[in-house]
């Protein structure tokens, strides 16, 4: 079994910073690209940054400039710093992996967390 454990979310204040972070553990034996999601209330759910293996960084055009996403492969943890959070930032953060399990699969697995809420308000 391959878990995703989010934490980090919560209230802050317009202009604000948060740090997410996501820790995958169970039967891993390699982690490709990891990634973060939102999802508001009544709207799909959307890629907000991910990241590969080898470091490579993708972001919604909402968030460049404001948000930072890092990983440690040692870890197994991808994290999200958010800086100048703004009240349309605020939603559930679903954290993403693609996983193989085990030497011998030849196909990346979606993993995903249970999400973080994070709410942005004065």
């Known amino acids: 079994q391959v878990q995703l454990v989010e934490s980090g979310g919560g209230l802050v204040q317009p202009g604000g910073s948060l740090r997410l972070s996501c820790a995958a553990s169970g039967s891993i034996f390699r982690i490709n690209a990891m990634g973060w999601y939102i999802q508001a209330p009544g709207k799909q759910r959307e890629l907000v940054a991910f990241?590969?293996?080898?470091?490579?960084?993708n972001y919604a055009d909402s968030v460049k400039g404001r948000f930072t996403i890092s990983r440690d492969n040692a870890k197994n943890t991808v994290y999200l710093q958010m800086n100048s959070l703004k009240p349309e930032d605020t939603a559930v953060y679903y954290c993403n992996a693609h996983i193989l399990r085990g030497a011998l699969e030849i196909r990346y697995t979606d993993y995903w967390g249970k999400g973080t809420l994070v709410t942005v308000s004065s």
């Open positions: 990241i590969t293996s080898d470091g490579s960084t």
